[in-house]
């Protein structure tokens, strides 16, 4: 008792001991603080799937399906990276709706899901998250089905999931020199197939390896025009071609090769009873 008054006595008792004793708490303590928090917040990140695509091609009716487990309601084209939490499971076939997501009874997976923007301008935005999203286990490339026949329209869609499938591609195989990470997978979600005018998921598929091929050409014909490289394939080359140096023709199973699965699949968001459940089975076992 005498001692810890005495304690009291010293440490109330002004003197340079005390008073550095005292800098160091009031300054430690928040950097002490700041790196508990820190390093716990990544700990706890849970995965995350992205939601890419273009503009209008029903991200985020895609999401708010999801995110409500029913009927979307009338969305906006989003301007900004919105992501909701959201629970998987698969554990029965029962389950594998995304109707049940809120069911937490059996062996589920939180998982996060991003939305991002689609417009040209807000791209690099998209691409950002893309590239920076810790724990990301997914890459859903939502396209709208009733509008790739025609080439206006085509041709802005597999750009951009060309520069998607590029950036995979580069950070695959950088990764599989370091230490043979796996790549992430992408499901091309095929939308409004409830419109009389969607082409069937094989078509959707065709199309876009025919541009996506196409735009492979193209960008290493610019590449080759622009730099005097008497040996064909330069390293800049090697960097913006997509897939299989050896094929004319581009397909995703090239993609395979360096551990990046494309598939794509059929659905539709806002129609009547929405038929969505073939993603959220396609997620639910990647997250
Ligand atoms: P985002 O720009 O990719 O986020 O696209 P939105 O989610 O805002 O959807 C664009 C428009 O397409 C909206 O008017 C939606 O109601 C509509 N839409 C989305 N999915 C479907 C679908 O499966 N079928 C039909 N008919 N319309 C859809």
């Not at 001692?3 to 009031?26: K, M, N, R």
């Not at 590449?223 to 050896?246: C, F, M, N, R």
Request: proline share 4%; hydrophobic share 45%.
């Amino acid at each position: 008792m005498l001692s810890f008054l005495h304690v009291v006595e010293q440490l109330l008792t002004p003197s340079i001991p005390v008073v550095l004793l005292g800098i160091v708490i009031i300054v430690g303590a928040p950097l002490l603080l700041h790196f508990i928090l820190a390093s716990s917040a990544t700990y706890i990140e849970s995965p995350a799937v992205i939601l890419l695509g273009p503009s209008n091609a029903g991200k985020t009716a895609l999401l708010t399906l999801f995110e409500r487990g029913a009927k979307a309601a009338q969305t906006h084209t989003s301007q900004v990276v919105h992501s909701i939490e959201l629970n998987a499971s698969t554990d029965s076939l029962s389950k594998e709706s995304f109707r049940n997501h809120h069911d937490t009874t059996g062996t589920h997976s939180k998982f996060r899901l991003i939305d991002t923007p689609g417009h040209g301008k807000l791209r690099p935005l998209a691409m950002e998250n893309l590239s920076q999203s810790k724990m990301l286990k997914a890459i859903v490339f939502v396209v709208d089905a009733a509008t790739l026949s025609e080439q206006e329209m085509l041709s802005p869609t597999a750009t951009y999931l060309y520069d998607v499938l590029l950036f995979l591609q580069r950070r695959a195989s950088a990764k599989s020199r370091k230490r043979g990470a796996a790549a992430t997978p992408v499901l091309v979600a095929a939308n409004k197939m409830d419109l009389f005018t969607a082409l069937p998921a094989a078509m959707v598929k065709t199309r876009l390896e025919k541009e996506l091929g196409r735009i492979r050409l193209s960008r290493s014909k610019r590449l080759l025009d622009s730099d005097a490289d008497p040996d064909g394939l330069g390293v800049d080359e090697q960097e913006t071609w997509l897939g299989d140096y050896a094929s004319d023709e581009f397909c995703f199973e090239q993609l395979q090769e360096i551990g990046i699965s494309v598939q794509v699949l059929p659905g539709s968001v806002t129609a009547e009873g929405a038929d969505a459940d073939t993603w959220w089975w396609w997620i639910a076992q990647r997250v």
